[in-house]
Structure formats: structure tokens, C-alpha cells
């Protein structure tokens, strides 16, 4: 199962553009990239899925380089509703959420 | 609306009961999981099943149990409860990936103390 690496925290600031960076050097040929947001006292939910290039929804936007070796989360116009835990995870074994990022937006 | 239902949103049980956390899902979903979030430590997967009557254990399934008796349920069982098991425990089921996305649906979460 790949492993991930992504920042502990990242702090910003309301109307800026968050970027956050997953590494995944083992990333299998047949894995999708899957990163799930989680607010304090709730489960993690869904943002945005991608196998390579780019996935973009109403949410969020997926940037895949051509090796998968990374992955970056890019969140338009951040606001403090955006303030929470941000995970990134690879493929469709059992799902393993380390740490996270805790993005903090700040008026 | 796609539903991951845990039984009880507050529990508080006393040392050395036998606890039993139910999970049910309406999505027809083939894979379920169980995990416990505490301060710090993130959320750790404790056993999870890719059927019914299939369950494999995650990274810390020390003295916990679980049941799938019906693809919808999953049921999480402490056998003797103890106060570090005082935690946060969420449920998430999954589709199999046939095609297009597979998202993980999770629960509204069980806060059990155990005193």
C-alpha cells in the first residue's frame, strides 16, 4: 500500500488560494488519489478524487503530475468554514488516514 | 441521500462491560470500516471487512472484536471495556471500485467514555 507524506499544518488567510502537497512514491499503476476534508467532532467526507492531470469539482481542484508520484489539493478563495483537517489517501485497500494537514484559515 | 448510521452518538459505559458500537449502511456497499480518533493521534483503523462474514484487523485491534453478519451492518464489539478506551469510534463504508469514483461514507460518530 503506498505511503503518504503531507504537511502537519498550513495556516492562510480568507480569499487566498490553498495548495496542499501529498507524496506517494509507491503509488501502485492502478491507484487513485483521494482526499477527504474532516471538521472537528465529525467524519471525514469526500472532496475530490483523480487518477492523473487534472480533476477539478465545485470544491476543490487535483493536480496529478505525469509520475503520480505527488498529488496537490488546490482550494480556490479559502474561508474559515475551510478551516479543518485535510487527508490524502492512494488506492482502494483498506484506508489509513495519518495525520493529515490541519489547515487553518485566519481572517 | 447516502446514510452511514451509528447507533448511539454518546455512550458512557462502566469498566469491564461487554460494549457493543452498531454500524448500518443503506448503499449496498461491500466494504466497511471501523476506526477510533483520540487527540493527536489521528484516526487509526481498527478492523475493517471487504464482505459479510469477512473482517481483517487494522493497526490496532487489541481488545476489540467485530461482527458482519449482513452486508449492512458492522458491528464493532469491546469486550471488556476499559477507561483507554475512552474515544471517539467512527464507521465508514465503501464501495468496490467497478468504475468511475469510489468514495468513502462515514458515520455521525459514537463518543464513548468509559468510566
Known amino acids: 500500500l503506498a505511503k503518504t507524506t503531507q504537511p502537519i499544518s498550513m495556516d492562510s488567510y480568507e480569499g487566498q488560494e490553498v495548495n496542499i502537497t501529498c507524496s506517494h512514491n509507491?503509488?501502485?499503476?492502478?491507484?487513485?488519489i483521494t482526499w477527504y476534508q474532516q471538521f472537528p467532532s465529525q467524519g471525514p467526507r469526500f472532496i475530490i478524487q483523480?487518477?492523473?492531470t487534472k480533476v477539478t469539482n465545485e470544491v476543490a481542484s487535483l493536480f496529478i503530475p505525469a509520475d503520480r508520484k505527488s498529488s496537490t489539493l488546490s482550494l480556490p478563495r479559502v474561508s474559515l468554514s475551510d478551516t479543518a483537517v485535510y487527508y490524502c489517501l492512494v488506492g482502494d485497500g483498506p484506508m489509513r488516514f495519518g495525520a493529515g494537514t490541519r489547515l487553518t484559515v485566519k481572517p | 441521500d447516502v446514510k452511514v448510521t451509528q447507533s448511539s452518538r454518546y455512550l458512557v459505559k462502566r469498566t469491564g462491560e461487554k460494549v457493543f458500537l452498531e454500524c448500518v449502511q443503506d448503499m449496498d456497499h461491500e466494504n466497511m470500516f471501523w476506526y477510533r480518533q483520540d487527540p493527536g493521534l489521528g484516526l487509526r483503523l481498527i478492523y475493517f471487512s471487504y464482505d459479510v462474514k469477512m473482517k481483517e484487523k487494522g493497526d490496532i485491534p487489541e481488545g476489540y472484536s467485530v461482527s458482519r453478519e449482513k452486508k449492512e451492518r458492522f458491528s464493532l464489539i469491546l469486550e471488556s471495556a476499559s477507561t483507554n478506551q475512552t474515544s471517539m469510534y467512527l464507521c465508514a463504508s465503501r464501495p468496490e471500485r467497478t468504475f468511475g469514483r469510489t468514495e468513502a461514507f462515514f458515520g455521525q460518530g459514537t463518543r464513548l467514555t468509559v468510566v
Open positions: 483523480g487518477y492523473k
Open positions: 509507491n503509488i501502485a499503476t492502478n491507484d487513485y
